[in-house]
């Protein structure tokens, strides 16, 4: 069995600090990410991270940033490095690491690709969005299904054995745009689990894992791909709508999919103009009074500094929710 997570998981969305060598450390502080967070009192115990992504497109200066893959297109064995870095100093703070590794964000946007990305994952931007998708989530025995196991076994054989790490297979993951279809889901459902047999296959089977999906997927996911877990983001749980609702019927649904699986209520995919600290807040009471964890995603150094609404709010829900 994998290990019991804590009662109550508050993460602070800090997707490229994988990629960072200082692990967040700002021009004004010397501290990095973990010790901030943990030695100004924050409740913060989860931070997730996304591996297939550009390494830069938080602000982090390309003189600190280690990319995924290296010029020649290989895996970058300093990231892994980094990586292992990043969850060994977590679990000396107390925290969790959700590494996703997979970004749906990747094959859709250029802007979110990796760096010197293998040519076989390379998705072709002058096909449609649900083509690339296609190519990019079939589970096959080509070229790129082969590439894709490779990083997920060289990610699963480093972190082998870390008792707190989480893993989300893909950020977000659905097929969409035009020309998708329902049965082009139901066929993601096959992919993801043999990206889940592959990184069991260097883990071992005590694992926490699982995905986050899009709206219209997360029913044929989440009674099909075996969990752990799951990360519910804002458009699940309605977050600008009858949240409260939402987060209650969330808990409902995810419960039908696994009744022993955790859920994480997210606020990623809110406009960033309605995260206050009034709604994370509102939000973030509402997932713990159902004995929910939550999760925010956020500014953090060095590309921005960290959200004190944010942490505030945060410390504000779990003070007053025992």
């Given at each position: 069995m994998p290990n019991q997570v804590p009662r109550r998981l508050i993460g602070y969305g800090a997707y490229n600090l994988c990629f960072d060598s200082q692990l967040g450390k700002s021009a004004t502080d010397s501290r990095n990410f973990f010790d901030v967070l943990k030695g100004d009192g924050w409740p913060v115990n989860l931070v997730k991270v996304i591996c297939f992504r550009k390494s830069t497109i938080e602000g982090l200066p390309l003189?600190?940033?280690?990319?995924?893959?290296?010029?020649?297109?290989?895996?970058?064995?300093?990231?892994?490095?980094?990586?292992?870095?990043?969850?060994?100093?977590a679990a000396g703070k107390d925290?969790?690491?959700?590494?996703?590794?997979?970004?749906?964000?990747?094959?859709?946007?250029?802007?979110?690709?990796?760096?010197?990305?293998?040519?076989?994952?390379?998705?072709?931007?002058?096909?449609?969005?649900?083509?690339r998708l296609k190519k990019f989530f079939t589970a096959s025995s080509n070229n790129i299904t082969q590439k894709q196991k490779e990083?997920?076994?060289?990610?699963?054989?480093?972190?082998?054995?870390?008792?707190?790490?989480?893993?989300?297979?893909?950020?977000?993951?659905?097929?969409?745009?035009?020309?998708?279809?329902?049965?082009?889901?139901?066929?993601?459902?096959?992919?993801?689990?043999?990206?889940?047999?592959?990184?069991?296959?260097n883990t071992g089977p005590d694992i926490h894992v699982g995905t986050s999906t899009g709206i219209d997927n997360e029913q044929v996911t989440g009674r099909n791909l075996p969990a752990t877990f799951f990360d519910f983001h804002s458009g699940q749980w309605s977050a600008l709508g009858d949240y409260s609702f939402g987060i209650r019927t969330s808990k409902e649904r995810a419960a039908s999919y696994n009744s022993s699986a955790f859920l994480i209520i997210n606020d990623d995919g809110v406009p960033d103009?309605?995260?206050?600290?009034?709604?994370?807040?509102?939000?973030a009471t509402a997932a713990f009074q159902r004995g929910l964890h939550y999760a925010t995603k956020s500014t953090y150094p060095p590309g921005q500094a960290f959200s004190t609404h944010t942490l505030n709010a945060l410390k504000l829900s779990n003070n007053n929710t025992p």
């Open positions: 003189s600190r940033a280690i990319s995924l893959y290296k010029p020649d297109r290989t895996i970058n064995p300093l990231f892994l490095d980094n990586l292992v870095k990043l969850v060994d100093y925290f969790w690491v959700q590494v996703c590794i997979f970004h749906y964000h990747a094959v859709k946007d250029p802007n979110e690709s990796p760096e010197n990305i293998p040519g076989e994952l390379q998705p072709n931007f002058n096909t449609s969005l649900c083509d990083l997920v076994a060289q990610l699963g054989q480093r972190l082998a054995g870390r008792p707190n790490v989480i893993w989300e297979l893909a950020n977000e993951v659905r097929m969409d745009g035009t020309g998708c279809t329902s049965a082009d889901n139901s066929n993601l459902v096959a992919w993801l689990s043999h990206m889940r047999d592959a990184l069991i296959n103009a309605q995260r206050t600290g009034a709604n994370i807040t509102n939000w």
